[in-house]
């Protein structure tokens, strides 16, 4: 099997690798596991560094499930992740949020081993 990531966007203000760590839930949850919040600390850290830097949380869903329940599920995914940024002292109006829902996968696949990967709020920098 090979994974497959989608290209990001063209963007003369984006890095071509981001610094930012997407975090990662389970099959049909939003809530932050103990396990991702070292990813998250790790963000909120690097971006009161760089406290110009503004974001995009993408929720993201994997492939089971219908297309409408799924781009709810993903946008509970990229709030959860917006609403511990912003507890951990990120001000909100740097984080903007956005289901892309089953649309696009990072790992291409029909079970858990790829499963596991799509369900994730990726961290997108979209200016300064």
Known sequence: ???V???PPAAAAVPAASP???VFFD???????????AALNDNVAWLKGNSRVKLTVEGHADERGTAE????LG?????????????????ADRVATISYGKE?????????????????????????
């Open 104 to 128: 696009r996968p990072f790992v291409l696949g029909h079970d858990e081993s790829a499963w596991k990967w799509n369900r994730r709020g990726h961290m997108v920098i979209t200016g300064q």
């Open 5 to 7: 990531r989608p290209a």
């Open 20 to 22: 930012l760590k997407d």
């Open 1 to 3: 099997e090979t994974a």
């Open 69 to 72: 329940y799924n781009l709810g």
């Open 27 to 37: 099959f049909d949850k939003s809530n932050i596991r103990d396990d991702q919040k």
């Open 75 to 91: 946008e509970r995914r990229a709030k959860a992740a917006k609403d511990y940024l912003v507890a951990a002292g990120i001000a």
